[in-house]
C-alpha cells in the first residue's frame, strides 16, 4: 500500500481529471460505492474458489458479528448497488467508479495490496455494439496517453450454459493427463478447470495447446455476437489478437472477455481488463440483464506515462510576506483578495513569527514567482510591494487598487 505525496498527488490527479472527461464523452456517469461491503457480495459472485476468493480478500468481523470486506474489485459493489438504487430499471446506465481495490497479492512492481481502477460497467445492453464501444473507449484512451505498446487479446467465453459444456470437455481431457499438470493446475482441475488454461507454466504450454476450444463448441448465437465484434474493430481499424486461452480470474464472465497488455511492465503487464457477466445481476438478486464492464489499473497505467503527465514541482504561485507582527492580520486578508481576483492562482501566506530574510527563503523555496510584502510604510499608504523572485523585474510599490493589474505581468 503506497502513499502518494506531492508532488504526484497533482499527477494523479492529473490522470484521472483525463479519463474522467474522456469517459464523460461516451455519456458515462459516476457512481461512488462504499469501500466496505458484506463479504457475501463479493464471495459469492467473484466466485468461491478463485484466488481473490479463496486468498486475497482482507475479510474480517465487525462489532456487530457480520463479516465485511474491503472491496477487491468493484464490479459486484455496482452491482449491489445499482440493484438496492433501483438503477437497473433504466436500460443502457452507464456508469463509471473510481478509487482503491485491495487485495492480499504478494507484491511485486505493479502489483500492490491496495491499488487503484478506474471502472465502467454497463447494464441492460445485450448486443455485440457496447463490447465494441467500450473496446473503442480504451483504444481511445491509450491514443490520448499516446500509448502505442498496448496489445488487445480478446475471447468469448461462450454463455454460462455453453461455458458450463465447455467445463466437462476440459475436466474430460485433463483428468487422465493429471500427472503431467502442475501442483497449482491440479488444484484448478478440481475448482475452476477454465483457469489451467491461463496458467503462465511453460512447461505446461503443449498440453494446454493440444485442449479442446471453447470456440468449437460454441452455440450461433454467441459466434455471431463475437464475429460482430471483431467486424467493428477492424472497420475501426483495431488491431486484437483472439487468444482462445484468455479466460480471466473471476468467475463472473460469460461471452466476452478482453485484456489489453503491454511488455514494458514485466510479470504484471494487463493494464485494462474486463468482459461481459450477463448472469451476475440475477445471481445477486435482479431481474436478468445482460452487463459488461472492465477496470483498468490506475498504478500500471502512470507507470507507462510516467514522463508524460507533468510533476508540478512548486507549490505556489504568490508568495505573501508580513514584515513585522503588526502587518500579519492584513497580509492574510491580502491573501484572500488575491484569492478573490485569481481563483486559480496559488497563493500561499506565510504563518508565523520569522524575519523578512527568512520568509523571503521561504517564498524562494515555495517555488513562487513573486512575493507581496506588507510593512507599516505599505499599511499607511495603502500599497503593496511586488517582488520579483525569478525574473529580473525591479521591485515596485504599488496601490492595493492596482495590485491585480500588477500581477497580471507575473501571471500568464
Ligand atoms: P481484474 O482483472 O481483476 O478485473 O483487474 C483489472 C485491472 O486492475 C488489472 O488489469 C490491473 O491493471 C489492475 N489490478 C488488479 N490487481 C492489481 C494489483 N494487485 N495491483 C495493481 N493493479 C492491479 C476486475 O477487477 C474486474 N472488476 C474488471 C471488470 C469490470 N470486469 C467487468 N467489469
Given amino acids: 500500500m503506497n502513499d502518494v505525496v506531492p508532488p504526484f498527488g497533482e499527477r494523479w490527479r492529473s490522470l484521472e481529471g483525463q479519463i474522467v472527461a474522456l469517459l464523460g464523452s461516451y455519456g458515462y456517469r459516476e457512481i461512488r460505492m462504499p469501500l466496505l461491503e458484506s463479504t457475501q457480495v463479493f464471495a459469492r459472485s467473484i466466485g468461491d474458489t478463485t484466488d481473490i476468493v479463496q486468498k486475497e480478500m482482507y475479510t474480517f468481523t465487525d462489532r456487530n458479528g457480520d463479516s ?42 505493479g502489483r500492490y495490496r491496495q491499488f487503484h481502477q478506474v471502472g465502467v460497467e454497463v447494464f441492460g445492453l445485450a448486443g455485440p455494439e457496447i463490447d465494441a464501444e467500450l473496446i473503442l473507449m480504451t483504444a481511445r484512451l491509450w491514443k490520448l496517453f499516446g500509448l502505442r505498446d498496448l496489445r488487445l487479446e480478446i475471447n468469448t467465453l461462450g454463455t454460462l450454459a455453453e461455458r458450463a459444456a465447455y467445463r466437462a470437455c476440459l475436466v474430460d481431457y485433463f483428468t487422465p493427463r493429471r500427472d503431467a499438470l502442475d501442483e497449482e493446475s491440479q488444484t484448478r482441475l478440481d475448482r475452476n478447470p477454465l483457469r489451467i488454461l491461463d496458467s503462465k507454466n511453460p ?49 463472473y464472465y460469460s461471452q466476452t472477455v478482453f485484456e489489453w497488455i503491454t511488455t514494458e511492465l514485466g510479470a504484471q503487464g494487463t493494464v485494462c481488463a474486463g468482459g461481459r457477466y450477463d448472469g451476475l445481476v440475477e445471481l445477486m438478486g435482479g431481474r436478468p440483464t445482460p452487463a459488461i464492464g472492465f477496470a483498468l489499473g490506475l498504478e500500471r497505467l502512470l507507470e ?51 524575519s523578512i530574510k527568512a520568509q523571503m527563503k521561504r517564498a524562494d523555496r515555495s517555488g513562487a514567482r513573486v512575493a507581496l510584502i506588507l510593512g507599516p510604510d505599505e499599511i499607511l499608504e495603502g500599497t503593496v510591494t511586488i517582488k520579483s523572485l525569478r525574473e529580473a523585474i525591479p521591485q515596485s510599490r504599488v496601490a492595493r487598487s492596482a495590485m491585480a493589474t500588477a500581477l497580471s505581468a507575473f501571471v500568464t
Fill in 68 to 109: 465485511l470486506t474491503l472491496r477487491p474489485e468493484g464490479t459486484a459493489s455496482c452491482v449491489r448497488a445499482c440493484l438496492e438504487n433501483s438503477l437497473l430499471q433504466t436500460t443502457g446506465q452507464r456508469l463509471f467508479y473510481l478509487g482503491p481495490m485491495f487485495r492480499h497479492e504478494r507484491p511485486q512492481k
Fill in 203 to 251: 512447461a505446461l504450454a503443449p498440453l494446454i495447446a493440444g485442449a479442446p476450444r471453447l470456440t468449437d463448441s460454441l452455440g450461433p448465437e454467441s459466434t455471431a455476437h463475437f464475429a460482430q465484434i471483431c467486424v467493428v474493430l477492424e472497420a475501426a481499424n483495431i488491431e486484437y489478437t483472439v487468444n482462445p486461452h484468455l479466460v480471466r480470474g473471476l468467475d
Fill in 304 to 354: 507507462l506515462i510516467a514522463d508524460q503527465v507533468p510533476v508540478v514541482q512548486a507549490a505556489a504561485d504568490v508568495y505573501v510576506i508580513a514584515a513585522e507582527a503588526a502587518q500579519r492580520a492584513s497580509a492574510l486578508v491580502l491573501a484572500e483578495e488575491l484569492r478573490d481576483a485569481f481563483p486559480a492562482l496559488r497563493t500561499l501566506c506565510h504563518c508565523g513569527p520569522e
